[in-house]
């Protein structure tokens, strides 16, 4: 069965620090791989998504970049880290087809202090 | 773009009693699927139920349904018998051609005992 491994859980930040979020996904191939971020109370903001190796797209411009160097591994960093990072990252897959359902990972709660 | 409003932003029920949660989308896409989510205290993100736009018919998982109404671009969410458990935010999310999600901000359901 497919897994999502997202780490860590809780991540507290000084400001102009630098961030790695890692995100893996076991037991299938080519998945898309997706970023959202999700402010307190909010809803989720799609920040990347990638479709294959070394392909990356982003939705909105940020303080943030992704990379995918493997198939299954999606990274989500920043050189110098804002107050305005702040938030409950979450990585998430589907298998590549159209229209499938998102399956998700638990969550990064990052701190920016 | 496509945008998704969830007017309620919070809602409550008494347990084994029904709730409805709203939610109005804006897209150009012809072809898509709308999706209904749950975000239990945990934070993880967990599939309530999918709806194909093409179908008229509503979809419905146990004790979860939807109304959809594909010419209003209204999308709602029935929870029949409500339990304690259902007690979590719920997100509403049309997807688009490249399978990435829009979320609505989010109903906060509260079940009383």
């Known amino acids: 069965s497919q897994t999502i491994h997202q780490w860590p859980a809780t991540l507290v930040q000084p400001v102009g620090s630098p961030l790695s979020l890692e995100c893996t996904v076991e037991?299938?191939?080519?998945?898309?791989l997706y970023w959202y971020r999700q402010a307190a109370g909010r809803g989720l903001q799609l920040l990347f998504y990638?479709?294959?190796?070394?392909?990356i797209s982003s939705e909105v411009p940020q303080n943030l970049s992704a990379s995918r160097p493997q198939d299954r591994q999606f990274i989500l960093s920043s050189k110098k880290l804002l107050l305005s990072d702040s938030g409950f990252y979450l990585c998430a897959w589907t298998q590549g087809g159209v229209n499938e359902k998102l399956f998700f990972g638990s969550g990064t709660q990052l701190s920016v202090l | 773009a496509q945008t998704v409003t969830q007017s309620q932003p919070e809602m409550s029920v008494q347990e084994a009693e029904t709730v409805t949660l709203s939610c109005t989308y804006d897209?150009?896409?012809?072809?898509?699927?709308l999706f209904w989510y749950k975000q239990p205290p945990s934070r993880q993100m967990i599939l309530v139920i999918r709806?194909?736009?093409?179908?008229?018919q509503n979809a419905t998982e146990n004790r979860f349904s939807v109304n959809f109404q594909k010419a209003a671009k209204s999308f709602s969410l029935k929870i029949s018998d409500s339990q304690l458990g259902d007690a979590a935010m719920y997100f509403c999310?049309?997807?688009?051609?490249?399978?990435?999600?829009?979320f609505g901000g989010g109903t906060r359901l509260m079940v009383k005992p």
């Open positions: 990638s479709v294959g190796i070394g392909q």
């Open positions: 999310a049309p997807n688009n051609a490249g399978n990435m999600l829009t």
């Open positions: 897209t150009s896409e012809s072809d898509y699927y």
């Open positions: 037991g299938t191939s080519n998945p898309n």
């Open positions: 709806q194909e736009a093409y179908k008229q």
